[in-house]
């Protein structure tokens, strides 16, 4: 019996291609984030690693990038669910046929012959993206229709828009499970096989929902939430900052309506399901590195603050301090040290203890869990803690490797040799004096 598939060239370069690419990726990050993120996405399962929503406008402008991103993506093995809009192209072909564009509470209202065109569109640009995806040498699975099951919308102002009421799997898995990339058109069919239109981002939702990814990815051109002067947010930690968010006069409608969404799509999802907004040509570097390139939402949790160190579960804060140290924690560590005040997240995934030391508040521990790595709890907790303590001070090794995080968060920095010294709202020259010799006398607790 002929074995030579079994060896096929494709089959056997397959590690080396990995390799490369893993190679590639550590120009992005150090190896050990790759491998992190790696072991949890492949953890997560083929069909369950990522939901990704390209926008229309994706693919018009930048279809070259987001069919090199995900190509990356499979060469590693990992086949994300794709759906597709196509509003730009459906305005641009609805106009020339001289049919008119119009919308109600973001959603397009479709007539019979708004459908006609509206079915031809979806088709062609799912067709484009496979087309463009397999002259990469990635196998695509072309599903414009068959996933989505709907009822016509009970507001008869939107004529053929469908409300999804049921997803089916079976195309999906059977995609990924032969090793091709499926393609999703937003289009949904009834029992009677009548085809509705359906919003992109309404059928991610409700994809996500019965899907549970660890990743659901929107590609937009803007490439994340946008802040204040248009610069983007990095990460949202909705437990602490959805309320805020929502009160900003600077996050326009369309934005506050996508973050109500998004907090309604991971309320419905586990704790470790996230939300990241990025553009094509980043991707990879949301995925794959703590500080990514985009916004990343998660479910978060709340930041608790335990006065004196009151009612800390002195196990798992003990557990936290030594898995992210990779050190021990001296046994009396709890006794001797005269906590002001704790900050622990809800989880014990972060924490930060702050003493007082000749007058001044005290950074004596700031931690992120390995796990929780990457998901903006740092920078969150930090919020916190420099909203309650108007100065601090604190050390840290010169080669630890968010000192650049610290100086960037620090009115001043004093290098020793053993440490470097940060502090901010301390302004007399004889406290700066007496917080580096503090920081040069004390004793590690962590060894």
Same mark, same amino acid.
């Given at each position: 019996? !002929?074995?030579?598939?079994?060896?096929?060239?494709?089959?056997?370069?397959?590690?080396?291609?990995?390799?490369?690419?893993?190679?590639?990726?550590?120009?992005?990050?150090?190896?050990?984030?790759?491998?992190?993120?790696?072991?949890?996405?492949?953890?997560?399962?083929?069909?369950?690693?990522?939901?990704?929503?390209?926008?229309?406008?994706?693919?018009?402008?930048?279809?070259?990038?987001?069919?090199? #991103?995900?190509?990356?993506?499979?060469?590693?093995?990992?086949?994300?669910?794709?759906?597709?809009?196509?509003?730009?192209?459906?305005?641009?072909?609805?106009?020339?046929?001289?049919?008119?564009?119009?919308?109600?509470? &973001?959603?397009?209202?479709?007539?019979?012959?708004?459908?006609?065109?509206?079915?031809?569109?979806?088709?062609?640009?799912? *067709?484009?993206?496979?087309?463009?995806?397999?002259?990469? &040498?990635?196998?695509?699975?072309?599903?414009?229709?068959?996933?989505?099951?709907?009822?016509?919308?009970?507001?008869?102002?939107?004529?053929?828009?469908?409300?999804?009421?049921?997803?089916?799997?079976?195309?999906?898995?059977?995609?990924?499970?032969?090793?091709?990339?499926?393609?999703?058109?937003?289009?949904?069919?009834?029992?009677?096989?009548?085809?509705?239109?359906?919003?992109?981002?309404?059928?991610?939702?409700?994809?996500?929902?019965?899907?549970?990814?660890?990743?659901?990815?929107?590609?937009?051109?803007? &490439?994340?939430?946008?802040?204040? !002067?248009?610069?983007?947010?990095? #990460?949202?930690?909705?437990?602490?900052?959805?309320?805020?968010?929502?009160?900003?006069?600077?996050?326009?409608?369309?934005?506050?309506?996508?973050?109500?969404? @998004?907090?309604?799509?991971?309320?419905?999802?586990?704790?470790?399901? #996230?939300?990241?907004?990025?553009?094509?040509?980043?991707?990879?570097?949301?995925?794959?590195?703590?500080?990514?390139?985009?916004?990343?939402?998660?479910?978060?949790?709340?930041?608790?603050?335990?006065?004196? &160190?009151? !009612?800390?579960?002195?196990?798992?804060?003990?557990?936290?301090?030594?898995?992210?140290?990779?050190?021990?924690?001296?046994?009396?560590?709890?006794?001797?040290?005269?906590?002001?005040?704790?900050?622990?997240?809800?989880?014990?995934?972060?924490?930060?203890?702050?003493?007082?030391?000749?007058?001044?508040?005290?950074?004596?521990?700031?931690?992120?869990?390995?796990?929780?790595?990457?998901?903006?709890?740092?920078?969150?907790?930090?919020?916190? @803690?420099?909203?309650?303590?108007?100065? *601090?001070?604190?050390?840290?090794?010169?080669?630890?490797?968010?000192?650049?995080?610290?100086?960037?968060?620090?009115?001043?920095?004093?290098?020793?040799?053993?440490?470097?010294?940060?502090?901010?709202?301390?302004?007399?020259?004889?406290?700066?004096?007496?917080?580096?010799?503090?920081?040069?006398?004390? !004793?590690?607790?962590?060894?």
């Amino acid at each position: 019996m !002929n074995n030579s598939l079994d060896n096929s060239p494709a089959e056997s370069s397959q590690p080396k291609i990995k390799e490369t690419i893993i190679q590639l990726l550590s120009n992005l990050a150090s190896p050990k984030e790759i491998n992190q993120y790696m072991e949890r996405f492949v953890n997560a399962g083929q069909s369950h690693f990522a939901v990704i929503k390209v926008g229309g406008g994706v693919l018009e402008k930048d279809l070259d990038n987001l069919c090199s #991103s995900l190509a990356f993506l499979e060469r590693i093995g990992l086949f994300p669910i794709v759906v597709h809009g196509a509003g730009p192209q459906l305005n641009k072909n609805l106009e020339v046929k001289g049919i008119k564009s119009e919308f109600l509470d &973001g959603q397009r209202v479709t007539s019979a012959e708004v459908l006609k065109v509206a079915k031809k569109t979806f088709i062609q640009q799912n *067709l484009k993206l496979a087309n463009g995806l397999q002259a990469m &040498g990635v196998r695509t699975a072309s599903i414009p229709t068959g996933v989505f099951g709907a009822t016509k919308s009970s507001n008869k102002t939107l004529g053929f828009v469908g409300e999804v009421n049921e997803i089916d799997l079976e195309p999906i898995e059977a995609a990924v499970s032969s090793g091709a990339i499926p393609i999703l058109s937003s289009l949904a069919e009834t029992d009677t096989g009548q085809i509705l239109n359906v919003n992109a981002d309404i059928a991610t939702n409700q994809l996500a929902i019965a899907v549970k990814p660890y990743k659901i990815i929107f590609l937009t051109d803007t &490439g994340g939430l946008l802040g204040e !002067n248009n610069k983007i947010i990095s #990460s949202v930690n909705l437990a602490t900052e959805y309320d805020y968010l929502l009160q900003q006069e600077w996050l326009h409608g369309g934005m506050k309506l996508k973050v109500k969404q @998004i907090a309604d799509i991971l309320d419905q999802l586990p704790a470790t399901a #996230s939300v990241s907004i990025t553009t094509p040509m980043h991707l990879s570097k949301e995925l794959f590195t703590h500080k990514g390139s985009g916004t990343l939402i998660r479910k978060g949790e709340s930041i608790l603050t335990h006065p004196q &160190g009151e !009612n800390i579960d002195k196990q798992k804060l003990t557990k936290l301090f030594e898995s992210s140290f990779k050190k021990t924690l001296d046994d009396d560590y709890f006794d001797k040290t005269v906590i002001q005040t704790a900050y622990i997240t809800q989880c014990y995934r972060a924490a930060a203890i702050i003493t007082i030391e000749n007058g001044i508040p005290y950074l004596d521990k700031f931690v992120v869990g390995e796990q929780a790595k990457g998901e903006g709890l740092g920078k969150t907790l930090w919020q916190k @803690i420099s909203k309650e303590n108007e100065s *601090l001070f604190w050390r840290c090794k010169p080669n630890n490797t968010i000192n650049g995080f610290y100086f960037g968060n620090s009115d001043g920095c004093y290098k020793m040799s053993k440490w470097n010294l940060y502090w901010y709202g301390i302004n007399d020259f004889q406290k700066v004096q007496s917080c580096v010799e503090y920081a040069l006398h004390k !004793n590690a607790t962590l060894n």
